[in-house]
């Protein structure tokens, strides 16, 4: 907001200010008229004819003063700006110091020229009288109110002064300070008035600013009076209830908006009552309470009452139906599962574990897992939304007989859980599990593939009274493994021996993993022989297990619990720094090879691993052979190439375990850097009976000769294979029972210079082969 340069007040204060100065125009030729007729009574008196020219002036001056107003209010009383308004200030103030200026020269002359009582008191009388008004009328102007009390008060005094006798000259000093007594008092006034306006602004302007907010706000509002009427409304507030205008909603009671609300269908009578009810007892009681109500065209609108100040209460409502639909939401994602609809795990606990708590605690009750078989090959071959699909497919199945005692819930993946709350008996439950079974079964299409349904499924019967939710899941958790390892596509019952085996489980798993952190396992190593010489070239490093209560542990028992507890990498670190400290002992034409798993290959921690066993042991890299198995191979080919070209950067071998087993070994052959096959033992079980199955290995390895590969074949176990391998297949090296158990690493070392004792009798054979 602007200001005057002068004044320093806002410019349309100083506007109204103004404009005030062109009020009660008549006022002026009323005083016009006195000045005329006490000047002309003056001249009737003395007879001087300055008083006769004094009377036309004066008359003449207030006149020019009167039109000069009516000229501002026929052009409409409008001040359009502060320069607008100084224009029309200085005109007033040019024609009121004229008028000014005549009555203090008539008081001037009447008092020291013409000494003259009659004179004297009516020019002093009708002086003062104008002096009066000066304050109330010219306080817009402090200029013009100066003026007049100068051009009033100034002549007087000074004739007074001008007599030279001590009375008229202390009367004349004592009139002066009746000019800053004026100038004050209008001051005064214009101050206060100022006060007034600018007050009267801000209170209208916060009553806009009031209103506006009252009217805008989203929230519905209604303020109540002592007497529990409407005293204040909103927009919001009128809408709701249906009214044209918060007017409209002044003085009603909260009993008859809320029957507006019934009488329109939005709100049932009950509800009325409780929200009238709570709202009631809230502003009694001087609490906050809020009322959510719902409306029956689906809206939801939240009611809250507080007591005001001054025992005003507060009432407002807001629609919250977008909250409402979004708690609502959340609260279904939060129980329920996203792609199939059916209860989450979460919720399935919950509400087993409220029909577990109803009902008889001596009933009957079974929980079953499903399991789809080989569900991840879907996922790996046809894609995940291609398993999603399967997954809702079989959802669907399940859900159709939810209901009437079952809870159908999806537990994550592939894994589907169901809760019998009511079972006759065993063959009442083993009756339901057949017919789900039953109904689950045939193809299904899913995103224009064909895909047959098969499940898995382990399930538990137990009395509400002796269980939990909790304990059931384990139970049937360990019925499903059961049915997994015998087949799969059936299901099977829990057993006690069932949680026996699972406990021994557990128990070796902790055994296992004590024995690994405490290196209580051993290094063992199996013999490769050369073919042309019959000893020892190499050894393959094995681990075993001794355990302290059940004695030695196979590792076709230990090595795959290893992996499912994710600690082979663990196992295959400890074989690998065993068998390079033992190797390094050894004569150097001996080397040693180690397995390594599909795990170790998953990052690049391998080539640390092997980096650092070679320089702990001091064992040259070329005497390490790395053995790969094809699972490794597929979990990540790229990946493993990269590795196992970064191993062989190091020096160390490579060799192919298990070659001939795997659906796609032939093509390893050229797109890896490898050294070694080594072939199955398969290929030899039946090589002295079968020709097929000999010229299938001859084949195997011929293919690998051209290719530059050393070729070991496993398996070796009687004479006779050694003989025929010997003359037929001609490998590097073999390995097998025929040429002992595993040895220790000091076994090795005696060995490693010895030729096996059937060497002679195998000389005419590799002859006849020379030859």
């Known amino acids: 907001m602007g200001r005057t340069k002068t004044d320093n007040i806002p410019v349309d204060v100083y506007i109204q200010f103004v404009r005030s100065l062109f009020d009660n125009a008549h006022m002026l030729i009323i005083g016009a008229l006195c000045h005329a ?34 000229r501002f209010h026929r052009s409409g009383g409008e001040m359009r700006d502060a320069a607008d308004a100084t224009k029309w200030e200085r005109e007033y103030i040019v024609k009121g110091s004229l008028q000014g200026l005549l009555l203090g020269f008539f008081c001037f002359i009447s008092i020291y020229v013409y000494s003259d009582s009659y004179a004297e008191i009516g020019a002093l009388s009708v002086t003062m009288a104008s002096l009066v008004t000066v304050v109330g009328r010219n306080y817009g102007s402090p200029r013009m109110v100066m003026i007049f009390a100068v051009t009033f008060v100034g002549p007087i005094a000074a004739a007074l002064i001008l007599r030279f006798d001590i009375p008229h000259v202390v009367l004349g000093l004592l009139i002066i300070p009746f000019m800053f007594i004026i100038k004050g008092s209008a001051d005064h006034v214009r101050n206060v008035l100022f006060s007034a306006v600018v007050g009267h602004k801000q209170a209208r302007q ?14 519905g509002l209604v303020m109540l009076g002592p007497d529990g009427k409407v005293v204040v409304g909103n927009a919001e507030a009128a809408r709701l209830m249906s009214l044209r205008s918060p007017d409209q909603l002044l003085g009603r009671s909260i009993h008859s908006l809320l029957l507006r609300g019934v ?25 906050d309470r809020k009322v959510l109500v719902s409306f029956s065209n689906g809206q939801h609108y939240e009611f809250s009452a507080r007591e005001g100040n001054q025992e005003l209460g507060v009432i407002t409502f807001e629609d919250v139906t ?27 606990h919950e509400l087993v574990g409220e029909l577990m708590a109803s009902g008889e605690r001596d009933r009957l009750c079974g929980l079953a897992v499903v399991d789809l078989d080989d569900f991840k090959s879907v996922n790996d071959t046809l894609g995940h939304p291609v398993g999603d699909g399967l997954i809702y497919a079989v959802a669907e199945r399940l859900a159709a007989i939810a209901g009437q005692g ?60 002796e269980t939990d939710v909790d304990a059931m899941i384990v139970k049937a958790d360990l019925a499903l493994y059961k049915a997994k390892e015998l087949g799969k596509n059936g299901w099977r019952l829990f057993e006690a021996a069932m949680d026996a085996a699972f406990r021994n489980r557990q128990l070796m798993k902790a055994d296992l993993r004590s024995a690994v952190e405490s290196k209580g396992l051993r290094v063992v190593y199996q013999p490769i022989v050369a073919m042309n010489t019959m000893r020892i070239a190499s050894c393959e490093a094995l681990c075993r297990w001794d355990h302290p209560d059940l ?18 990498s663990e196992i295959s670190a400890f074989v690998l720094q065993a068998a390079c400290v033992e190797c390094a002992k050894w004569p150097d034409q001996t080397s040693v090879s180690v397995n390594l798993s599909a795990r170790d290959f998953r990052n690049g921690d391998v080539i640390r691993k092997v980096r650092d066993a070679l320089d702990a042991s001091g064992l040259a890299a070329g005497r390490l052979e790395i053995e790969v198995t094809e699972t490794a191979l597929l979990d990540d080919k790229s990946q493993t190439r990269q590795y196992i070209e970064e191993l062989k950067q190091l020096g160390v071998r490579i060799a192919l375990d298990d070659f001939g087993t795997g659906y796609s070994s032939l093509s390893y052959l050229h797109k890896l850097p490898l050294d070694k096959i080594k072939i199955d033992r398969s290929f ?17 390895v011929d293919l690998t000769r051209i290719l530059g590969l050393t070729v070991t074949i496993e398996g070796v176990e009687t004479f006779e294979q050694l003989k025929i391998l010997l003359h037929s297949v001609k490998p590097d090296l073999v390995q097998g029972f025929l040429f002992g158990a595993a ?16 060497a002679s009798e195998l000389q005419p054979v590799a002859k006849r082969a020379a030859t």
């Open 263 to 287: 009488a329109g269908g939005m709100l049932a009578p009950k509800d009325c009552r409780y929200v009238e009810a709570q709202l009631t007892r809230a502003l009694r009681e001087g609490r």
């Open 406 to 465: 079952i809870t159908v819930s999806r537990f994550g993946g592939d894994e589907f859980m169901l809760f019998f709350d009511r079972v006759e008996d065993e063959s009442h439950l083993a009756s339901l599990l057949d017919q789900i079974f039953a109904d689950l079964q045939g193809e299904v299409d899913v995103a224009g593939h064909g895909l047959r349904i098969q499940a898995s499924a382990g399930a538990v019967l137990s009395r509400v009274g």
């Open 322 to 348: 977008a909250r409402v639909e979004a708690e609502e939401k959340i609260r279904f994602m939060a129980r329920y599962d996203n792609l199939t609809g059916l209860p989450n795990r979460a919720y399935f």
């Open 743 to 758: 040895l220790s690493a000091s076994g090795i070392e005696t060995m490693s210079n010895v030729t096996w004792p059937f």
């Open 206 to 219: 916060i009553a806009q600013r009031f209103n506006r907010a009252l009217n805008t706000m989203s929230h």
């Open 37 to 70: 007729t006490i000047s002309l009574m003056v001249y009737w008196r003395n007879g001087q004819p300055i008083f006769l020219v004094l009377a036309a002036a004066l008359l003449g001056i207030g006149v020019w003063r009167y039109f000069g107003l009516r």
């Open 551 to 568: 004695g030695p542990i196979s590792p076709g028992i230990f090595i795959p619990l290893a992996e499912e507890m994710g600690i082979i």
């Open 684 to 700: 030899v079980m039946d090589v002295t009976q079968n020709p097929r199955s000999l010229e299938l290995l001859k084949g195997v």
